[in-house]
């Protein structure tokens, strides 16, 4: 594996740019209430719900009922370029409704909350960012989808988790030398596996970055039997330990075919719902986030998703508010980096196409 210095400025986001994890405490009642209200809305404004596999519950069964898309952030946007409806209302973080809008700038996007977030997002600033791309010139840029849509104009390819592996080594056997942003862990796990020559940007997913590998191997000894699924954004010392290392949807399917009663699962705990819809019968438990250096700033659960919510969408549809814009410029150009990935990926059928955070 090539050793060049990695960028060594960490973006690790002070305490007070993380909001608290708050829950919607609704009884069954006006959950009902909430739910056929917002069906009739979507049929009045031909609209449909793509919401991502980390968001509440509520809104995941809401998308699977009215004909929506419960997917990771790559597939929501394919959704919505091929459904027929006006408006999209993106239930998930910021970046996802910007990577829509770039793919479908003819639609009205919507979110339940402008202020729904990303911790890679805001930690990948497009000016410091684009003034190291400046600094290293013959780096080719690749970016995560976790990226604003100024960042992704500013790259040369967008990738997402499951497909970071396969374009960094296609990147690797042009002999390029390779910018990474920004995850620093995924980053890591890519440059281990491919031996790319990268730069890497030093973000981290709040959700991911609490998961102790020490604490992991306590768990498995008590559970010999369980099997461990992690998201690459995982600390080293976790993905060490996992059974199957993959993005959200490859997680889903390997807790699916794998022939194991017991899972020990290292990402966001939103995806527990569809895990459960799968495969009922299994037990799923979550990997640790307590131990040396916890600070339980999300316990698994990432705190701008969940400002999802059954009110908040309802508020959107009934007002217009929270839509999503992008200039055209950053669409012509952030465009062309995540259909780099499309075309790529449609070429190599090994690759699974809608794999992300």
Same mark, same amino acid.
């Given at each position: 594996?090539?050793?060049?210095?990695?960028?060594?400025?960490?973006?690790?986001?002070?305490?007070?740019?993380?909001?608290?994890?708050?829950?919607?405490?609704?009884?069954?009642?006006?959950?009902?209430?909430?739910?056929?209200?917002?069906?009739?809305?979507?049929?009045?404004?031909?609209?449909?719900?793509?919401?991502?596999?980390?968001?509440?519950?509520?809104?995941?069964?809401?998308?699977?009922?009215?004909?929506? *898309?419960?997917?990771?952030?790559?597939?929501?946007?394919?959704?919505?370029?091929?459904?027929?409806?006006?408006?999209?209302?993106?239930?998930?973080?910021?970046?996802?409704?910007?990577?829509?809008?770039?793919?479908?700038?003819?639609?009205?996007?919507?979110?339940?909350?402008?202020?729904?977030?990303?911790?890679?997002?805001?930690?990948?600033?497009?000016?410091?960012?684009?003034?190291? *791309?400046?600094?290293?010139?013959?780096?080719?840029?690749?970016?995560?989808?976790?990226?604003?849509?100024?960042?992704?104009?500013?790259?040369?390819?967008?990738?997402?988790?499951?497909?970071?592996?396969?374009?960094?080594?296609?990147? @690797?056997?042009?002999?390029?030398?390779?910018?990474?942003?920004?995850?620093?862990?995924?980053?890591?796990?890519?440059?281990? @596996?491919?031996?790319?020559?990268?730069?890497?940007?030093?973000?981290?997913?709040?959700?991911?970055?609490?998961?102790?590998?020490?604490?992991?191997?306590?768990?498995?000894?008590?559970?010999?039997?369980?099997?461990?699924?992690?998201?690459?954004?995982?600390?080293?010392?976790?993905?060490?330990?996992?059974?199957?290392?993959?993005?959200?949807?490859?997680?889903?399917?390997?807790?699916?075919?794998?022939?194991?009663?017991?899972?020990?699962?290292?990402?966001?705990?939103?995806?527990?719902?569809?895990?459960?819809?799968?495969?009922?019968?299994?037990?799923?438990?979550?990997?640790?986030?307590?131990?040396?250096?916890?600070? *339980?700033?999300? *316990?698994?659960?990432?705190?701008?998703?969940?400002?999802?919510?059954?009110? @908040?969408?309802?508020?959107?549809?009934?007002?217009?508010?929270?839509?999503?814009?992008?200039?055209?410029?950053?669409?012509?150009?952030?465009?062309?980096?995540?259909?780099?990935?499309?075309?790529?990926?449609?070429?190599?059928?090994?690759?699974?196409?809608?794999?992300?955070?």
């Amino acid at each position: 594996m090539n050793s060049e210095t990695t960028y060594l400025r960490s973006y690790t986001l002070k305490k007070e740019q993380i909001p608290p994890v708050i829950s919607e405490d609704i009884d069954d009642y006006e959950r009902e209430s909430l739910k056929k209200k917002i069906k009739e809305l979507l049929d009045q404004q031909e609209a449909v719900i793509v919401s991502h596999y980390y968001t509440d519950s509520d809104l995941q069964i809401l998308a699977d009922e009215t004909g929506g *898309c419960v997917s990771d952030s790559l597939d929501m946007a394919r959704f919505g370029n091929q459904s027929s409806a006006k408006t999209l209302i993106v239930c998930g973080v910021r970046f996802m409704g910007e990577t829509a809008k770039i793919l479908n700038p003819e639609k009205r996007i919507l979110m339940p909350d402008m202020d729904a977030n990303c911790s890679l997002d805001l930690g990948c600033p497009e000016d410091e960012f684009s003034k190291f *791309c400046d600094e290293n010139p013959e780096h080719v840029v690749v970016v995560y989808a976790n990226t604003s849509a100024a960042v992704k104009a500013r790259a040369d390819w967008m990738v997402t988790s499951g497909s970071a592996v396969d374009v960094i080594n296609y990147l @690797k056997k042009k002999n390029k030398k390779i910018i990474w942003a920004p995850d620093k862990y995924l980053g890591e796990y890519v440059q281990k @596996k491919s031996g790319a020559e990268m730069l890497i940007w030093q973000g981290s997913c709040i959700v991911h970055e609490e998961f102790k590998g020490k604490e992991l191997a306590s768990l498995r000894k008590n559970h010999p039997d369980a099997k461990v699924l992690v998201h690459p954004e995982s600390p080293s010392s976790v993905i060490e330990q996992a059974d199957m290392v993959g993005s959200t949807t490859e997680i889903i399917r390997a807790f699916g075919d794998m022939n194991a009663k017991k899972f020990i699962v290292a990402t966001d705990k939103g995806i527990f719902h569809k895990m459960k819809e799968l495969a009922n019968n299994k037990i799923i438990m979550e990997a640790p986030t307590a131990g040396k250096g916890a600070t *339980c700033t999300s *316990c698994a659960h990432c705190p701008w998703m969940a400002m999802n919510s059954l009110k @908040k969408l309802l508020h959107v549809l009934k007002t217009g508010e929270n839509e999503i814009f992008v200039e055209d410029q950053i669409i012509s150009s952030a465009k062309n980096s995540i259909e780099k990935l499309l075309k790529f990926t449609s070429n190599n059928q090994s690759i699974g196409l809608a794999n992300d955070a």
